[in-house]
């Protein structure tokens, strides 16, 4: 456990912003972290938990300190003839727990793959790509509680898992710490490939009976071809979420903009594309100095180098103004901003 004073968390936060934290620490089991919730330069301090970085966007220095969760492992911790049940530490990188189910042959988190982030950050708010969620593989997390140190255990209930939300974004917010997830997965695969291009993407890959190999190999492709690689770039992925609103509102938009994509949610709501909605107001690859959108995928802002924070949340903030005038839609921030 490394304690640090007045360090820069450029390295830490994929839009490569250059902000400091007057304190920060490594982590690398519950009992290092359960020490440092202890220590008097910890517990009265405002603390900032911080995974891969990947779904924050910082605006200003952290007058507080920031810990970095870097415990590891992965394992099976049982199975039957349906299902297994792995068990990852919660500063694993997320990709890597899909490449060992991949490798294990466990399936239902294929479509999750290559999203950015760690397993801890993961249930925050509720991962979700390509018509699949982390709640639909969850079991339980286990996390640390800030001020106490006692370890929680949170089953799906208990999380609240909307579409990216759950309870540490509310009622639990800044509050735990996770250090360990569980999933179940599938040993008789149930593939989804109606969502996105992921079908068509199998198509030009020529794959007639995909796997779950397949089907994350898809994905890949798709992300990449539409993402920016943070250590080339900075950003960090989608930076809103994806609007719900009521199906009568829709036909109504239907009507004044008729290729208006829609997926349905229930019987009387849908979700709208936010990537289109920004594109069809222009911003799409606007470049505006050393930030802007990225010209592939509109839901990205992107840092080409040395850009502010708040230069970048004021693009967003002018993007949902627009998107507001000219749908009477309102755009909610997927990403954390600080």
């Known amino acids: 456990m490394k304690f640090e004073t007045d360090f820069s968390l450029k390295p830490y936060n994929t839009f490569g912003i250059d902000v400091k934290a007057r304190h920060f620490a490594r982590f690398d089991s519950v009992q290092e972290l359960q020490e440092l919730l202890q220590r008097p330069e910890v517990k009265d301090e405002p603390k900032l938990i911080l995974g891969g970085g990947s779904n924050v966007l910082f605006t200003k220095n952290f007058e507080g300190i920031v810990l970095l969760n870097g415990i590891k492992g992965i394992a099976v911790l049982r199975q039957d003839n349906a299902f297994a049940y792995v068990k990852a530490g919660g500063g694993e990188v997320w990709h890597d727990l899909v490449q060992f189910c991949l490798e294990h042959n466990l399936g239902g988190v294929e479509n999750l793959s290559l999203i950015p982030g760690t397993v801890g950050a993961a249930p925050l708010q509720n991962i979700g790509a390509y018509g699949t969620e982390l709640k639909d593989v969850f079991v339980e997390l286990e996390a640390v509680h800030l001020e106490t140190g006692s370890i929680h255990t949170f089953d799906k209930n208990a999380c609240q898992f909307g579409y990216r939300e759950s309870v540490f974004k509310h009622a639990a917010k800044d509050q735990f710490i996770v250090t360990s997830v569980t999933l179940q997965l599938h040993k008789q695969h149930q593939l989804n490939t109606a969502y996105g291009a992921i079908k068509t993407t199998l198509e030009e890959m020529r794959v007639q009976q995909p796997t779950i190999q397949d089907v994350s190999a898809a994905v890949c492709h798709i992300r990449r071809s539409k993402l920016p690689d943070p250590t080339q770039i900075g ?104």
């Not at 208006?260 to 690859?285: F, N, T």
């Not at 592939?296 to 924070?309: D, P, R, S």
């Open 235 to 338: 950003n960090a992925g989608s930076f809103f979420k994806n609007p719900e609103i009521p199906v009568l509102l829709f036909d109504v938009l239907k009507e004044k903009h008729p290729d208006m994509p829609a997926y349905p949610v229930s019987e009387d709501r849908v979700k709208i594309p936010a990537g289109w909605l920004i594109e069809q107001c222009g911003w799409k690859g606007k470049e505006i100095g050393n930030y802007g959108v990225h010209k592939n995928q509109a839901l990205v802002l992107v840092n080409y180098g040395g850009a502010e924070g708040e230069k970048l949340l004021q693009l967003a903030y002018d993007i949902i103004d627009s998107v507001q005038e000219k749908f009477g839609i309102i755009l909610q921030p997927e990403v954390n901003i600080l």
